[in-house]
């Protein structure tokens, strides 16, 4: 197995496009506990699987040096050109230079590290499903990003999800060889490429807090009003609500449209849905990032005034538009 198993794997959705993508803060709005307390027990499952099938008859890579202990696993990172230069890149565990495995015109970045590392995570999760903003897994996730922003430096990369690990090599030699048809051409589709993102939310005003008051609230107001005018002021209220709403949907519309124009491909993030709201990434050329970068900082200018929280990241490794999964090999 290359990826973890199913309960790490749902965490890892969750974990990658935004603590990856935004440094934490996001990720903590949308990780759940439940997930989170199977991490550990789920990662270390998935790195001691067995593993019936023969290995390769002709090794692609050096093996690693010496014996691997039983409770040392294989993290991956990410798929780089095999031609990267990556010995000067320090792992997960912050002392444990990564390691390569090269397959054609591709190579599987990884580094081996003790299980131990990611037990235990599930106390970096609150009882409400918040993720801590500092701690062990917020820098470990600060670690695997550091990894992949200096691959990004050297070539393209194709990111894997925080938490991905192997049992051992020959294991990740069938699946990286399995993959090495599709790995040049998804190198090439993301070579001189980066991510950028843009989150917007809708500010709260004055009409709003108006338009949304509590019974109560409603009470008070309509007992200084004669009827008529009440009435009257709530559908005012309502009416100035709507209308900003729809301003709000057609400029954050045409900002996407205008930044989509500029990127090679564009991916829409989960997010909660509504009028002034956008959680975009953005797969940007080298050639024209500076026109993007102007055209999106004029965008957030615009949806700043407008009433907007506006927030443009990156750059970031084209996490939002990786195709491959490493996945189980059959044998047959």
């Not at 993290?75 to 031609?83: E, F, K, P, V």
């Not at 922003?149 to 399995?178: H, I, K, N, Y």
């Not at 990434?281 to 949806?303: C, H, I, N, R, S």
Request: a negative charge; proline letters at 6%; aromatic letters at 4%.
């Amino acid at each position: 197995m290359a990826q973890p198993t199913a309960g790490v794997h749902a965490l890892a959705v969750r974990l990658a496009p935004e603590i990856l993508d935004e440094a934490v803060d996001q990720a903590r709005d949308q990780a759940r506990a439940r997930l989170a307390a199977a991490l550990a027990d789920e990662i270390v499952a998935a790195a001691l699987a067995a593993d019936t099938a023969e290995p390769p008859s002709e090794p692609v890579a050096e093996p690693l040096r010496g014996d691997r202990p039983a409770n040392v696993g294989l993290y991956a990172y990410g798929i780089t050109d095999a031609t990267s230069a990556t010995d000067d890149i320090i792992g997960l565990d912050d002392r444990t230079p990564v390691q390569t495995l090269r397959v054609g015109e591709a190579a599987l970045v990884m580094s081996p590290i003790e299980l131990e590392l990611l037990a235990g995570l599930e106390q970096e999760v609150s009882e409400s499903g918040q993720l801590a903003e500092s701690g062990r897994l917020a820098s470990l996730a600060g670690r695997h990003d550091r990894v992949l922003g200096l691959l990004l430096d050297r070539g393209p990369v194709l990111p894997l999800r925080f938490g991905t690990v192997l049992p051992d090599r020959p294991r990740a030699q069938r699946l990286l060889r399995a993959s090495s048809r599709e790995l040049a051409g998804e190198l090439d589709r993301v070579r001189d490429h980066r991510e950028w993102g843009l989150r917007v939310t809708p500010g709260e005003t004055r009409d709003e807090t108006t338009a949304e008051q509590s019974p109560a609230t409603e009470g008070e107001a309509a007992a200084e009003q004669s009827g008529t005018a009440y009435l009257s002021a709530r559908r005012d209220d309502l009416r100035r609500a709507a209308l900003r709403e729809e301003r709000l949907t057609a400029l954050t519309r045409g900002v996407n449209e205008q930044l989509a124009a500029l990127a090679t491909e564009v991916a829409m993030r989960s997010g909660r849905p509504g009028p002034g709201r956008l959680n975009a990434a953005y797969l940007v050329a080298g050639a024209k990032e500076e026109t993007f970068l102007d055209a999106a900082t004029t965008a957030t200018q615009e949806l700043t005034e407008a009433g907007c929280d506006a927030r443009l990241t990156g750059p970031w490794p084209p996490y939002s538009f990786v195709r491959l999964t490493l996945g189980e090999v059959s044998d047959g």
